[in-house]
C-alpha cells in the first residue's frame, strides 16, 4: 500500500539501506485483510480512504513484523513466504530481527503523527498495543511454542481442549483483526452499541480466518500458497483442525461466517464489503 511504501523509502540521514531493504520486503505482498478491515469498518461512519490510510499503513506494519519473527529459526523455521524466501533467508537473521523490530515501532510513529485530535490518537496506539502485546499476539504466540511442547522436558505436544485452542487463537490471530475493526469505528467516531457490533463481527471472523488458515496447511500445497505446508500436523499444533478434523473445521468455519455477518445487521447494506470479506476469509484458495 502507497502509504506504507512511502514510509520505507530512503531519504533521511541515518536510515541503513540493507535494513530499510529488509523491511520492503518483508511488508511487500500478501492479502492486506487487515488494512482492508479498518478502512471499511472507518467508512461505516463516513470516514474518507484518505484519512484512514495511515492507521491502516500502521496495523500492517505490525502484521508484517509478526511475520518476519515467526518466520525465524527460533520460531517456526520458515524460508517461504507470499512465494518468496523469507526475511532472514533473503538476508540474513539479524537483520530480519531488525526489520521486525522498526515495523513495529514504525506502527506507533505512524499512529502517533496521524492527522487526528490527540484522544484518537493515543487511544489508537494503546489499542494497538494491546492487541500485538502480551495480552494479544505475542501471547498467543507463546501459547502456540507451549502447545508445541517447546518448553516440555519430553517435548510433547500439550493436549488442549476446544475452550484453550480458541483462547489461544483469539490472542495469537483474532486480536490484531478484532483491533483493526475496532480501529476504524475509534477514527468514525462511532457508538458504543455500533463499536459491540463490530467487535462482535471481528471477533467471529478473526477465529474463522485461522481456521480457513489452517484448513489451508492441511490440504493446501507450497506452490499455490506461496508458504510451506502441512507443518501444523508435523509439529503437533494446536488447532481446531487437529482437534475437530477437516469436517468438523468446516462446520465450525461455517458457523463463525454466518455469526460475523449476523453482527452486522445494523448497518444494513453499508457494510456489504465487510460481509463480502467473511465470506472470502471463509473461501480463499492462499
Same mark, same amino acid.
Given at each position: 500500500?502507497?502509504?506504507?511504501?512511502?514510509?520505507?523509502?530512503?531519504?533521511?540521514?541515518?536510515?541503513?539501506?540493507r535494513l530499510l531493504a529488509a523491511m520492503r520486503h518483508g511488508a511487500t505482498g500478501g492479502k492486506r485483510i487487515r488494512p482492508f478491515l479498518l478502512i471499511e469498518s472507518a467508512a461505516l461512519f463516513g470516514v474518507a480512504e484518505a484519512t484512514a490510510l495511515p492507521a491502516a499503513a500502521a496495523f500492517e506494519c505490525v502484521h508484517c513484523y509478526s511475520?518476519?519473527?515467526?518466520?525465524?529459526?527460533?520460531?517456526?523455521?520458515?524460508?517461504?513466504?507470499?512465494?518468496?524466501?523469507?526475511?532472514?533467508?533473503?538476508?540474513?537473521?539479524?537483520?530480519?530481527?531488525?526489520?521486525?523490530?522498526?515495523?513495529?515501532?514504525?506502527?506507533?510513529?505512524?499512529?502517533?503523527?496521524?492527522?487526528?485530535?490527540?484522544?484518537?490518537?493515543?487511544?489508537?496506539? $494503546? =489499542?494497538?498495543?494491546? !492487541?500485538?502485546?502480551? @495480552?494479544?499476539?505475542?501471547?498467543?504466540?507463546?501459547?502456540? *511454542?507451549? %502447545? &508445541? /511442547?517447546?518448553?516440555?522436558?519430553?517435548?510433547?505436544?500439550?493436549?488442549?481442549?476446544?475452550?484453550?485452542?480458541?483462547?489461544?487463537?483469539?490472542?495469537?490471530?483474532?486480536?490484531?483483526?478484532?483491533?483493526?475493526?475496532?480501529?476504524?469505528?475509534?477514527?468514525?467516531?462511532?457508538?458504543?452499541?455500533?463499536?459491540? $457490533? =463490530?467487535?462482535?463481527? !471481528?471477533?467471529?471472523? @478473526?477465529?474463522?480466518?485461522?481456521?480457513?488458515?489452517?484448513? *489451508?496447511? %492441511? &490440504? /493446501?500445497?507450497?506452490?499455490?500458497?506461496?508458504?510451506?505446508?502441512?507443518?501444523?500436523?508435523?509439529?503437533?499444533?494446536?488447532?481446531?483442525?487437529?482437534?475437530?478434523?477437516?469436517?468438523?473445521?468446516?462446520?465450525?468455519?461455517?458457523?463463525?461466517?454466518?455469526?460475523?455477518?449476523?453482527?452486522?445487521?445494523?448497518?444494513?447494506?453499508?457494510?456489504?464489503?465487510?460481509?463480502?470479506?467473511?465470506?472470502?476469509?471463509?473461501?480463499?484458495?492462499?
Open positions: 500500500m502507497a502509504e506504507l511504501g512511502g514510509a520505507l523509502r530512503p531519504g533521511e540521514i541515518g536510515r541503513p539501506a511475520l518476519i519473527h515467526d518466520d525465524l529459526p527460533a520460531m517456526d523455521d520458515d524460508d517461504l513466504r507470499r512465494g518468496r524466501p523469507t526475511t532472514h533467508i533473503a538476508f540474513d537473521e539479524a537483520t530480519a530481527i531488525l526489520a521486525g523490530d522498526s515495523l513495529l515501532t514504525l506502527a506507533f510513529d505512524l499512529l502517533a503523527n496521524l492527522q487526528a485530535d490527540s484522544e484518537t490518537r493515543v487511544a489508537l496506539i $494503546a =489499542l494497538l498495543a494491546r !492487541a500485538s502485546g502480551v @495480552g494479544g499476539m505475542a501471547g498467543g504466540q507463546m501459547l502456540d *511454542l507451549e %502447545a &508445541e /511442547g517447546r518448553f516440555a522436558a519430553d517435548r510433547r505436544p500439550l493436549a488442549l481442549s476446544l475452550a484453550e485452542i480458541e483462547k489461544l487463537q483469539a490472542m495469537k490471530t483474532g486480536a490484531l483483526l478484532a483491533a483493526v475493526c475496532e480501529g476504524g469505528a475509534m477514527l468514525g467516531r462511532a457508538r458504543e452499541q455500533e463499536r459491540s $457490533a =463490530l467487535a462482535d463481527y !471481528a471477533r467471529a471472523l @478473526g477465529l474463522a480466518f485461522q481456521i480457513a488458515d489452517d484448513l *489451508l496447511d %492441511a &490440504e /493446501g500445497d507450497a506452490a499455490s500458497l506461496g508458504k510451506t505446508t502441512a507443518k501444523d500436523a508435523s509439529r503437533g499444533k494446536a488447532t481446531l483442525v487437529s482437534a475437530l478434523g477437516v469436517d468438523g473445521a468446516r462446520k465450525r468455519l461455517a458457523e463463525l461466517i454466518g455469526t460475523a455477518e449476523a453482527a452486522l445487521t445494523p448497518f444494513g447494506p453499508r457494510a456489504d464489503m465487510l460481509r463480502e470479506c467473511a465470506r472470502y476469509v471463509a473461501a480463499r484458495e492462499k
